[in-house]
Each structure stands twice: as structure tokens, then as C-alpha cells.
């Protein structure tokens, strides 16, 4: 990295290279931490904490069961579909001790999007919360799953609280369609089968994949980036480095409110975190903000992860402002731009600024981060973390001048290398060199900061000119009756395209008429959104980030 000018600005307590021998896999890290943390609470999810210990026995056994009473082998694939809960990191640990490798599912998914990718992955068993059970049903027999582990919300909750959550959640709340899956065992009944067995260690290594990461699928269907135990272990330490000056072992509690099966939260939250001590505050539903931020007031925590819609939906809702935010040192966003009004309001509400980062999840995921010893860029994406290089590319892979736009690509030791099971397609994503391939145009300035301007496939081209839906959003997410937006580009025979903005309202006065004249004062003319439509909600995916492909798909269709 020395070859650039622009290090005299990296961050001084922060080394430029990171020691990849550390952890030999992450079940060494796992282990570890175990072993120095063993009375430390470790995760906590709706009133119940488990410590590092207990986390340690259970997924243990849960590695026994998997060796003992199953002919799963090393290497092959074990689904995980739920959300936020305790059994979340008992079951990923023990199977990643077990040798599997471990393909995260979105439990929002339908039978076809599950089907797709139990068949490409080639999963042989899957663990999946009861409340979803009914979709694998339809498609069980369509894959090559051999085992399926079922759980309810409640069953890590301890003995009094787990029948009523249980009951609640299947009788009173009519959560969990009927299902049937005869040859099913459920987790805690493995665990019981399981309880004082121990399970013989796998040798795993650097090279060894750790998880098949499926992508969002925004260009067909989705693929599965092969992240190995070298990826994750390079991501946790570079991110250890990048915020070593704040976080402080034994000490932090973070706010885990984005899935583990995404990952953000996966790397950040989960190993890193947990290489250093800190306590995991599971959150299963953060939709329900006010249950939420009900949470958030029981925590002095220290650290919250989130994406810009998260954080727009909390500032908005009416008891955010009356959480204690005394002990919050670290707030970082990602998965999506951050827009510059959230990031102000936030900062004025909360006292602490949100840090942007950026990532992908072929790239473990985090690439670059805004420092955090004061010298973070408000509309930026910061610098690349230690050992990592970032560059802004043209078409056929060479450097663009500083301060012009092209395609972001990166190098370093968290980037995959590849796509499971897809020759072509991973060959299309690196040029010579190494460099792989973002897909999101952006800039980099005099100082080292990059700046991401928009999604190559989400540009907007007007009568020959690039709109970037970012700049189009951000702009307009500054009206104080704007609650969300989105902006398109939708096919014009003048122009070849135009803008389509599509608004959320903060406040129902709001008129189209008011909002073209404000988009008259901070637009050029062929920046201009053509067409309004107002509606209740926007589509978003799971972890909350606007899905400018589903309102492609309407205006298309």
C-alpha cells in the first residue's frame, strides 16, 4: 500500500499489515475466545444471555451430534434459515466445528428463491425455525437435503419463559403454518442426545471454505461467493485494526439488530466482536421499533451496526430520542449508501457520528471504512482497511485519473475467489491482476477517501447523460416531509430514460407540486424526476435495503 501517496492521511494507530497467522481457521478463533471469555456473557437474545462457555458446550454438542448421528463429512453443506436467536450461534459454531460448511439462507426467502439454492449449493441438511418449515415442505423432496433440525422462537429461553413464547408465537400470533417433515428432529432434542459427548476435531485451514455466501441475486439468479476460513479470519483482524484505537476487550456490547445470516452482521458483530469479549444483543425483530428501541433502553451499549434504513426508521419514531446513548462510542453503517440527512439527524440525536463503510459480500465484506479518530468524511465510504488496495478502474482494468469515476475494484486477503460452482461468471468479476470487480462506480480524492456514486446497473442515462440514483435520493431525503425515497430510470422516447422518484411520506400535506419545485432548486434539468408516485412503503430486502430492482420490475411489467 506504500505506493500511494495519499497514507500520510491513513490513521496513525492503525497498522497496514495484519497478522493472517494468527488463526489457523475461524474454530481456532471460536476456541479461543471461549477459552479466554468462558465467563463472559457472550450472546443475549429476549431477556436470556449465554456466556462464552455455555455457547462452547453447546455447540460442542451440537458438532457431536452432527459427527455421531449423521454421515455428514467434512465439506459438506448445512443450511441455516432463521433469524436472530440464540440458537443461531450455537448451531453455525458447531457445525463449523464439525468441519461443514455453512450456507446462510434468508428466512423471508419463498420455496422457489430456497429451492435454488439448496439445489446449487448442494445442501445436504438444514436448520430452520419451525415458522418456515412449511416452504421447506413443498420443496424438500425437489433437493438433496438428508437432515433437517427444526426450532421455535422460545426454545432457548429457559424453562419458564419457553412455553409461553412458544405458545404465544404459534397459538396467539399464528406464526407457524402446519407443516409436516416426519424424519425432523428438533435442536434442543439433538443437543439432549448429544449432552456430555464430545466431538472429534476436523483439521481445517486457511484454505478451507467456511461458508457459501449467497449474493442478493440482482442480475439472475443469485450465486454463492466461496468465503474461506482465510476470508473471514483477514476481515475480523482488519477490522480489529481498523477500530482497535475505540474498542476496548471484555467491554463492548453491540447492537446485532442485522441478521447473522447476513454478512455484515456475521463478520462484524459475530467473530470480530467476539474475538474480543464483547456481548452480541441479539435483536429477532427489529421491524417492531417499538419493541426495539424498548430494548435498546435496557443496554448501556457501545457499538451498534445498522443500515441507513434502520437508522431512518428509529430517528423517526417518537421514543428514540429517550434512550441513554452515553456509553454508544461506535456507530457504523453499511449495505447500503448513507444518506447525509439520516447521518446529521443521527449524530444530533445520539451525540455520535455514523462511520459509513463499505463492502460486498464477495469481500467478506468490509473493504474501506471512515476512520474513527475524528477525520471521517461525511458522504464518503473512508479508506481501505489495512491490507486491502482500492482503485478506481476503467473498462479494461486500467487506472482512472484521481478525482474520476469509474468502476471500484479491490485486492486484499478478504476478497473471494470465486463463485461456487461457477467457472465464467467468477472469471467475469476479476481483471488481470487480481482486481476484483465491484460493479459500483466511485472516486477517490486527493486525501484517500472514496466516494461511491452509484451501482453500475443502477445508472440512469438521459438523453445521454449519467444520473446517479444515490445523488438523486440523498437530495431528496433532505425534504423534512420525505420519509423514504427511491429513484429509477424508466424507459422515455425522447430521452431514452427519465427519473421516477417513488416517495414515503413523513408528513401527508406533501404534494407533488411542492416536491417538483424543490427538486427544481437542487436539479438540473436533465436530473429532473419526470414522474411522483407517492406510496405507503417501498420494497426492501430483509436487512432493510431499498429494492430499486422490484420497482424496475413493476414499471416493466
Known amino acids: 500500500m506504500n505506493e500511494f501517496p495519499w497514507l500520510k492521511n491513513y490513521p496513525t494507530d492503525v497498522n497496514s499489515k495484519i497478522d493472517l497467522n494468527k488463526y489457523s481457521s475461524l474454530v481456532h478463533l471460536l476456541e479461543d475466545s471461549f477459552a479466554k471469555y468462558a465467563e463472559l456473557d457472550a450472546f443475549l437474545c429476549m431477556g436470556r444471555s449465554f456466556t462464552y462457555k455455555e455457547i462452547d458446550t453447546?455447540?460442542?454438542?451440537?458438532?457431536?451430534?452432527?459427527?455421531?448421528?449423521?454421515?455428514?463429512?467434512?465439506?459438506?453443506?448445512?443450511?441455516?434459515?432463521?433469524?436472530?436467536?440464540?440458537?443461531?450461534?450455537?448451531?453455525?459454531?458447531?457445525?463449523?466445528r464439525a468441519g461443514l460448511i455453512v450456507v446462510n439462507t434468508n428466512p423471508l426467502y419463498t420455496e422457489r428463491e430456497m429451492k435454488h439454492q439448496f439445489k446449487d449449493a448442494g445442501v445436504k441438511a438444514i436448520i430452520i425455525l419451525e415458522n418456515f418449515a412449511s416452504k421447506l415442505e413443498k420443496i424438500l423432496d425437489e433437493t438433496s437435503i438428508q437432515y433437517v433440525f427444526t426450532t421455535k422462537i422460545g426454545d432457548f429461553l429457559g424453562f419458564l419463559k419457553k412455553p409461553i413464547v412458544n405458545f404465544v408465537v404459534k397459538v396467539i400470533k399464528k406464526m407457524v403454518p402446519s407443516f409436516s417433515l416426519p424424519n425432523s428432529i428438533s435442536i434442543n432434542n439433538a443437543l439432549k442426545i448429544a449432552k456430555g459427548k464430545t466431538f472429534e476435531k476436523v483439521d481445517t485451514t486457511h484454505s478451507d471454505i467456511a461458508f457459501l455466501q449467497y449474493t442478493g441475486g440482482t442480475t439472475g439468479l443469485s450465486k454463492g461467493a466461496v468465503?474461506?476460513?482465510k476470508n473471514i479470519i483477514a476481515n475480523v483482524e482488519q477490522i480489529k485494526a481498523w477500530m482497535g484505537s475505540k474498542l476496548q476487550?471484555?467491554?463492548?456490547?453491540?447492537?446485532?439488530?442485522?441478521?447473522?445470516?447476513?454478512?455484515?452482521?456475521?463478520?462484524?458483530?459475530?467473530?470480530?466482536?467476539?474475538?474480543?469479549?464483547?456481548?452480541?444483543?441479539?435483536?429477532?425483530?427489529?421491524?417492531?421499533?417499538?419493541?426495539?428501541?424498548?430494548?435498546?433502553?435496557?443496554?448501556?451499549?457501545?457499538?451498534?451496526?445498522?443500515?441507513?434504513?434502520?437508522?431512518?426508521?428509529?430517528?423517526?419514531?417518537p421514543k428514540f430520542s429517550s434512550v441513554n446513548f452515553n456509553h454508544l462510542k461506535i456507530t457504523i453503517a453499511g449495505g447500503m449508501a448513507l444518506q447525509q440527512a439520516v447521518?446529521?439527524?443521527?449524530?444530533?440525536?445520539?451525540?455520535?457520528?455514523?462511520?459509513?463503510?463499505?463492502?460486498?459480500?464477495?469481500?467478506?465484506?468490509?473493504?474501506?471504512?471512515?476512520?474513527?479518530?475524528?477525520?471521517?468524511?461525511?458522504?464518503?465510504?473512508?479508506?481501505p482497511v489495512p491490507d486491502t488496495e482500492v482503485a478506481i478502474l476503467d473498462e479494461q482494468g486500467e487506472h482512472k485519473p484521481l478525482g474520476e469515476r469509474g468502476e471500484v475494484c479491490a485486492r486484499g486477503p478478504q476478497v473471494m475467489d470465486g463463485y461456487w460452482e461457477k467457472e465464467e461468471e467468477s472469471k467475469r468479476v476479476?481483471?488481470?491482476?487480481?482486481?476484483?470487480?465491484?460493479?459500483?462506480?466511485?472516486?477517490?480524492?486527493?486525501?484517500?477517501?472514496?466516494?461511491?456514486?452509484?451501482?453500475?446497473?443502477?445508472?440512469?442515462?438521459?438523453?445521454?447523460?449519467?444520473?446517479?440514483?444515490?445523488?438523486?435520493?440523498?437530495?431528496?431525503?433532505?425534504?423534512?416531509?420525505?420519509?423514504?425515497?427511491?429513484?429509477?430510470g424508466v424507459p422515455d422516447e425522447r430521452s431514452g430514460e427519465v427519473v421516477k422518484l417513488f416517495i414515503v411520506k413523513r408528513d401527508q400535506s406533501l404534494t407533488e407540486e411542492e416536491l417538483k419545485a424543490f427538486c427544481k432548486q437542487n436539479f438540473t434539468g436533465y436530473k429532473m424526476p419526470k414522474f411522483i408516485e407517492f406510496r405507503t412503503e417501498l420494497p426492501k430486502t430483509n436487512v432493510g435495503k431499498i429494492l430499486r430492482r422490484s420497482l424496475k420490475e413493476e414499471v416493466s411489467s
Open 58 to 96: 453447546l455447540s460442542g454438542e451440537f458438532a457431536a451430534y452432527l459427527q455421531n448421528f449423521t454421515s455428514l463429512k467434512p465439506g459438506d453443506r448445512i443450511a441455516i434459515q432463521m433469524p436472530n436467536l440464540l440458537q443461531y450461534p450455537v448451531v453455525m459454531f458447531g457445525a463449523l
Open 227 to 229: 468465503l474461506t476460513h
Open 249 to 317: 476487550e471484555k467491554k463492548e456490547k453491540v447492537i446485532t439488530a442485522l441478521p447473522l445470516y447476513h454478512i455484515f452482521s456475521l463478520t462484524v458483530n459475530c467473530f470480530a466482536m467476539s474475538s474480543i469479549g464483547s456481548l452480541n444483543i441479539l435483536v429477532t425483530n427489529p421491524k417492531d421499533f417499538g419493541g426495539f428501541i424498548k430494548e435498546l433502553k435496557k443496554h448501556d451499549f457501545s457499538v451498534f451496526t445498522g443500515v441507513n434504513t434502520l437508522f431512518n426508521a428509529l430517528l423517526n419514531h
Open 343 to 383: 447521518a446529521l439527524e443521527w449524530e444530533k440525536v445520539t451525540g455520535n457520528p455514523i462511520l459509513e463503510g463499505y463492502g460486498l459480500t464477495e469481500t467478506s465484506p468490509v473493504l474501506c471504512c471512515n476512520p474513527l479518530d475524528g477525520n471521517h468524511q461525511l458522504g464518503t465510504i473512508g479508506m
Open 430 to 488: 476479476f481483471f488481470s491482476g487480481g482486481w476484483f470487480r465491484t460493479g459500483d462506480i466511485g472516486i477517490m480524492d486527493e486525501n484517500g477517501y472514496f466516494r461511491i456514486v452509484d451501482r453500475l446497473k443502477d445508472m440512469i442515462l438521459v438523453s445521454g447523460f449519467n444520473v446517479y440514483p444515490n445523488e438523486i435520493e440523498d437530495v431528496i431525503a433532505k425534504h423534512e416531509k420525505v420519509l423514504e425515497v427511491a429513484a429509477i
